[in-house]
């Protein structure tokens, strides 16, 4: 069994942002391997984002990121179960960093359930038409618009799409990782994106 050094558990705290004793735990389990480390931390962290997903978030904030000069502007609601988190650093920047990705990507919607049915029927359509044009058999067409569409959703939807700021993870993680870490459930609940001429 590898010694766990303090500045080895200084180090994946400032990777994860994880509590002492979390990254002493993970590192102890990973044998002092920081990247498996890390990924034990993401697991534990869904573990205990499950625990809490049937709380009320009733309290939270409402944040905004204005980007390009005031062309660009977000609104974000994130929920909490209370009011003593919803005045937490890390809540607030939390939800910060949420509306600043929104302003960069421009989500259809949080999950695929919020994206407008209109949006869906278009890229259907468009998906169908690729699919005919590539000449693919008629019991084929369904498999591959429902693939695209899977596809679409992963791009389109808030909660699947790659974090701006770190890639390797998608806002869920993000999310999951926040919850672990505060130790209540979060939802994103609503959000809005203005664009000047859009």
Same mark, same amino acid.
């Given at each position: 069994?590898?010694?766990?050094?303090?500045?080895?558990?200084?180090?994946?705290?400032?990777?994860?942002?994880?509590?002492?004793?979390?990254?002493?735990?993970?590192?102890?389990?990973?044998?002092?391997?920081?990247?498996?480390?890390?990924?034990?931390?993401?697991?534990?962290?869904?573990?205990?984002?499950?625990?809490?997903? =049937?709380?009320?978030?009733?309290?939270?904030? +409402?944040?905004?990121? %204005?980007?390009?000069?005031?062309?660009? @502007?977000? #609104?974000? &609601?994130?929920?909490?179960?209370?009011?003593?988190?919803?005045?937490?650093? =890390?809540?607030?920047?939390?939800?910060?960093? +949420?509306?600043?990705? %929104?302003?960069?990507?421009?989500?259809? @919607?949080? #999950?695929? &359930?919020?994206?407008?049915?209109?949006?869906?029927?278009?890229?259907?359509?468009?998906?169908?038409?690729?699919?005919?044009?590539?000449?693919?058999?008629?019991?084929?067409?369904?498999?591959?618009?429902?693939?695209?569409?899977?596809?679409?959703?992963?791009?389109?939807?808030?909660?699947?799409?790659?974090?701006?700021?770190?890639?390797?993870?998608?806002?869920?993680?993000?999310?999951?990782?926040?919850?672990?870490?505060?130790?209540?459930?979060?939802?994103?609940?609503?959000?809005?994106?203005?664009?000047?001429?859009?």
């Amino acid at each position: 069994m590898a010694t766990i050094s303090a500045e080895i558990v200084k180090q994946l705290r400032a990777k994860t942002g994880a509590g002492m004793m979390d990254c002493k735990e993970a590192l102890s389990e990973c044998n002092g391997d920081i990247e498996k480390a890390v990924d034990f931390l993401r697991k534990k962290g869904m573990a205990t984002a499950l625990k809490r997903a =049937d709380r009320g978030t009733s309290e939270g904030t +409402i944040q905004s990121y %204005i980007h390009m000069g005031g062309k660009i @502007g977000v #609104l974000v &609601e994130v929920g909490c179960e209370s009011d003593f988190v919803a005045k937490t650093d =890390d809540f607030i920047a939390f939800a910060k960093n +949420i509306a600043m990705h %929104i302003a960069a990507t421009n989500p259809a @919607g949080i #999950l695929p &359930e919020d994206v407008p049915q209109a949006t869906i029927e278009r890229e259907k359509a468009i998906f169908l038409e690729q699919a005919r044009e590539m000449g693919k058999p008629e019991n084929m067409i369904e498999k591959i618009v429902e693939g695209k569409l899977n596809k679409y959703y992963k791009e389109a939807c808030l909660m699947y799409q790659p974090y701006v700021r770190d890639p390797n993870i998608t806002i869920s993680d993000l999310l999951n990782e926040v919850i672990a870490k505060i130790g209540e459930n979060i939802k994103i609940k609503q959000f809005v994106r203005f664009q000047i001429g859009a």
